[in-house]
T-cell receptor, first 116, second 111 residues
Framework: DTGVSQDPRHKITKRGQNVTFRCDPI?????LYWYRQTLGQGPEFLTY????????KSRLLSDRFSAERPKGSFSTLEIQRTEQGDSAMYLC??????????????FGPGTRLTVL | SQKIEQNSEALNIQEGKTATLTCNYT??????LQWYRQDPGRGPVFLLL?????KEKRKERLKVTFDTTLKQSLFHITASQPADSATYLC??????????FGAGTRLFVKA
């Protein structure tokens, strides 16, 4: 396993369409995160899973966004009825459970979404 | 609300000099703080973590300090190289697993 992978790397869609992104974390990591990043900003937290349980979700996240992690392995992020403001890089990260509570995260290459 | 501030302007330095980047935070007391590097079009890469009871941490040419009184972390790269050019993000721990990142500081190292 060489790291976190995301698919697709690029997605262009028309406003109003639904899109789904996939993230495959590092296999022994049971924590998984989704972030959104726009130009000139740091990654913005969207949601967090521990195994298959979604434990935290940003209050900024509209109801059009949903994420799943069936069986605690890969995860999907779906955006329904896309809007131009959804255009961004969507990053996935994973981390192991470590003693001491540190939260070093390993990021994937991201999926760049463009909504026309 | 919790806020993180990093130098918004890009930092330009000459190769061989020390780069110093600043991260200030307000309205919370993180148990630890992380620094990440991000290259254009790629995901961030973890560099260092420093805990609240540590004043300083080093890794090769990198040094991080953490002043909980000033609510500030400084990130130093000594003997900088053009390959160090990237955006550097700080992420003070929020107390849970939700990670809040600063906007990052863009560093350019000229040969």
């Amino acid at each position: 396993d060489t790291g976190v992978s995301q698919d697709p790397r690029h997605k262009i869609t028309k406003r109003g369409q639904n899109v789904t992104f996939r993230c495959d974390p590092i296999s022994e990591h049971n924590r998984l995160y989704w972030y959104r990043q726009t130009l000139g900003q740091g990654p913005e937290f969207l949601t967090y899973f521990q195994n298959e349980a979604q434990l935290e979700k940003s209050r900024l996240l509209s109801d059009r966004f949903s994420a799943e992690r069936p069986k605690g392995s890969f995860s999907t992020l779906e955006i329904q009825r896309t809007e131009q403001g959804d255009s961004a890089m969507y990053l996935c990260a994973s981390s192991p459970v470590l003693t001491g509570g540190s939260n070093e995260q390993f990021f994937g290459p991201g999926t760049r979404l463009t909504v026309l | 609300s919790q806020k993180i501030e990093q130098n918004s302007e890009a930092l330009n330095i000459q190769e061989g000099k020390t780069a110093t980047l600043t991260c200030n935070y307000t309205n919370y007391s993180p148990a630890y703080l992380q620094w990440y590097r991000q290259d254009p079009g790629r995901g961030p890469v973890f560099l260092l973590l420093i805990r609240e009871n540590e004043k300083e941490k080093r890794k090769e040419r990198l040094k991080v300090t953490f002043d909980t009184t000033l609510k500030q972390s400084l990130f130093h790269i000594t003997a900088s190289q053009p390959a160090d050019s990237a955006t550097y993000l700080c992420a003070p721990n929020t107390g849970g697993f939700k990670t809040i990142f600063g906007a990052g500081t863009r560093l350019f190292v000229k040969a």
